[in-house]
């Protein structure tokens, strides 16, 4: 499949659920559509390109095929309602945001690797830059929809704050370095090098097989409960800044150093305030945005041409 963060330019959207009995039907188009919303008719065609590009890389079974081509067309009719949202409002996309959008994204590749996550999406650099011009334009249109939500009050989050304790709290946690060997002897070696005042962090970027070697053995925080029993025994028992005996796990032979400890406790206010306020925006946005297709569906006309879209089937 296409790489995710390709993938999440290219418009796939969440399923939403079966509202194609709230359009209306036709038995025929002069142009040969099988949808018409506002403006735009959408020929057969162009839908099962559009179906097919979604679920490209989906195994869909046979029994649930009608039911995901329903909520397939309603999600392609919210494209098109925001597109024509969009026409109205004479919002565009400028080539120099695309530009900038695509430099942004081949940043994070190599030219090869950004080739061949083109090449797994079965897709093309020209139809991967319409659709990214599209879904950034969608994105746009969205935004500028939405524009006029507003920041929660400070009162409105405190009270969230007091009414949501149980979210703020976090339980004990530390943060710890090891080494891991294949061998009891081989990890009694390198704990008596430690002891005699070598770093562990060089002996576990040179010796130990774990994946964070690389890292100088540092794994980072962990909370109780996260870790193989065996290792959480002894690793919650230590004090900071001291380093265990030789432990056998299901994994080998560890040799622990714990880096800090941060006790259990709850989260301040002040150290909150922007995660609640930010959860309030994107809960006040999704309400809107729900809202704001509803009105979408009555202001331009849609249309699903029931004949020709059963003779369309899912890839």
């Given at each position: 499949?296409?790489?995710?963060?390709?993938?999440?330019?290219?418009?796939?959207?969440?399923?939403?659920?079966?509202?194609?009995?709230?359009?209306?039907?036709?038995?025929?188009?002069?142009?040969?559509?099988?949808?018409?919303?506002?403006?735009?008719?959408?020929?057969?065609?162009?839908?099962?390109?559009?179906?097919?590009?979604?679920?490209?890389?989906?195994?869909?079974?046979?029994?649930?095929?009608?039911?995901?081509?329903?909520?397939?067309?309603?999600?392609?009719?919210?494209?098109?309602?925001?597109?024509?949202?969009?026409?109205?409002?004479?919002?565009?996309?400028?080539?120099?945001?695309?530009?900038?959008?695509?430099?942004?994204?081949?940043?994070?590749?190599?030219?090869?690797?950004?080739?061949?996550?083109?090449?797994?999406?079965?897709?093309?650099?020209?139809?991967?830059?319409?659709?990214?011009?599209?879904?950034?334009?969608?994105?746009?249109?969205?935004?500028?929809?939405?524009?006029?939500?507003?920041?929660?009050?400070?009162?409105?989050?405190?009270?969230?704050?007091?009414?949501?304790?149980?979210?703020?709290?976090?339980?004990?946690?530390?943060?710890?370095?090891?080494?891991?060997?294949?061998?009891?002897?081989?990890?009694?070696?390198?704990?008596?090098?430690?002891?005699?005042?070598?770093?562990?962090?060089?002996?576990?970027?040179?010796?130990?097989?774990?994946?964070?070697?690389?890292?100088?053995g540092k794994v980072g925080w962990v909370a109780l409960g996260y870790l193989d029993e065996s290792m959480e025994k002894i690793l919650f028992s230590m004090s900071q800044g001291k380093t265990s005996p030789v432990i056998k796990t299901p994994y080998g032979y560890h040799i622990f150093e714990v880096l800090s400890i941060r006790p259990e406790g709850m989260e301040k206010?002040?150290?909150?305030?922007?995660?609640?306020?930010?959860?309030?925006?994107?809960?006040?946005?999704?309400?809107?945005?729900?809202?704001?297709?509803?009105?979408?569906?009555?202001?331009?006309?849609?249309?699903?041409?029931?004949?020709?879209?059963?003779?369309?089937?899912?890839?």
């Open positions: 499949m296409i790489s995710l963060r390709i993938y999440r330019f290219l418009g796939c959207l969440c399923l939403v659920p079966v509202l194609i009995h709230g359009c209306g039907l036709f038995e025929g188009d002069k142009n040969g559509a099988v949808l018409v919303v506002g403006s735009r008719h959408v020929a057969p065609d162009e839908l099962k390109k559009d179906m097919s590009f979604i679920t490209a890389g989906m195994d869909v079974p046979e029994n649930l095929r009608a039911r995901l081509k329903d909520q397939l067309i309603e999600q392609i009719i919210d494209h098109y309602l925001i597109m024509e949202y969009g026409r109205e409002n004479t919002i565009t996309l400028s080539e120099n945001e695309l530009k900038s959008a695509i430099n942004d994204i081949r940043k994070e590749y190599t030219e090869d690797g950004f080739q061949d996550a083109l090449l797994r999406g079965y897709v093309d650099f020209e139809e991967w830059k319409d659709r990214l011009r599209k879904q950034l334009l969608k994105n746009k249109i969205i935004k500028r929809a939405t524009k006029s939500v507003s920041p929660p009050s400070y009162q409105d989050i405190r009270r969230y704050y007091v009414n949501n304790q149980d979210e703020f709290r976090y339980p004990r946690m530390l943060e710890f370095r090891q080494i891991v060997t294949r061998t009891k002897e081989e990890a009694e070696n390198l704990l008596q090098r430690l002891r005699n005042g070598e770093l562990m962090s060089e002996l576990a970027g040179k010796y130990s097989i774990a994946p964070e070697a690389e890292n100088g206010l002040p150290e909150v305030i922007f995660k609640i306020e930010s959860k309030f925006i994107n809960q006040k946005r999704e309400a809107a945005y729900k809202k704001w297709l509803g009105e979408l569906r009555t202001h331009f006309k849609v249309k699903v041409n029931k004949q020709l879209l059963n003779t369309l089937e899912l890839s």
